[in-house]
């Protein structure tokens, strides 16, 4: 598998996907340069009047509910409601979910509109499904990964999505078959947006293949192993983002295999 995943990173070089992602004011410059250094195209839009032509002429969407607003939450769902009908890869990011009820009520309505990938932390995971009243702490999980995977599988089952749970074991499901990567390092915690641009990268990559759960561990493990080739070069957070998107426009099919840390079940 680790062969087809580093194809994956070339197509998504090849191609030049187009992302549209409705995302948060924090985190819009970071994800937006992580995507043009993996090779993809970002675009930022949430204006309703365009919401449905940028949605058909995308490859995927990215849906991020960080800094919610309710014209925002409009968009959003125009959005997820055009991909779902014309079948085009989204993706979710629950940022925050469980912290408020408002955050709870705008994921319920989105998750309706059946993502083709959820991506957070297991806080998030487990507020989505409901599973039990874990707290969320902002954006910060105060659970860890494994910790969510029955949350996870009630998701699966219900919105017939794929399941990505972020933490220091990042677990991807799909309800057939389970990856787990253990890519990445503490430091990044410290970079506001690294999760964001996950799920953005996620959504190029999906957008590009058949295969979602091949996509998903590709950006994931892309990422992951960016940050930890990158940290060897940095002196703390500030130099670690720089470094980062750096490592993520020059990184070597040799890095990339040397660092992977996989396990298929």
Known sequence: MEKKLWKHIQLVKQNAPLVHNITNYVVMNTTANALLAAGASPIMAHAKSEIQEM???????????????????????????????????????????????????????????????????????????????????????????????????????????????????????????????????????????????????????IGDTDNTIEAVAAAMSLIGIAGEIAVQDSNGPGSLQVNLIDKLYTISEEEFMSHLKIERR
């Open 55 to 205: 949605v058909s002429i995308a490859h995927s969407l990215v849906i991020n509910m960080g800094t919610l607003d309710e014209y925002w939450v409009e968009s959003m769902l125009m959005a997820a409601e055009t991909a779902h009908s014309t079948k085009k890869p989204w993706v979710l990011d629950p940022v925050g979910a469980g912290a408020t009820s408002f955050r709870d009520r705008v994921a319920s309505q989105l998750l309706a509109y059946q993502p083709t990938v959820i991506r957070g932390n297991a806080s998030e995971i487990i507020a989505l499904a409901k599973a039990n009243t874990t707290a969320t702490k902002g954006v910060d999980s105060t659970a860890q990964s494994n910790e969510a995977i029955e949350a996870a599988k009630t998701l699966i089952n219900q919105y017939h999505t794929m399941v990505c749970i972020s933490g220091e074991t990042d677990i991807i499901m799909d309800g057939s078959q389970t990856i787990f990567l253990k890519n990445g390092h503490p430091l990044m915690t410290k970079v506001t947006g690294l999760g964001c641009s996950a799920s953005a990268l996620v959504g190029a990559f």
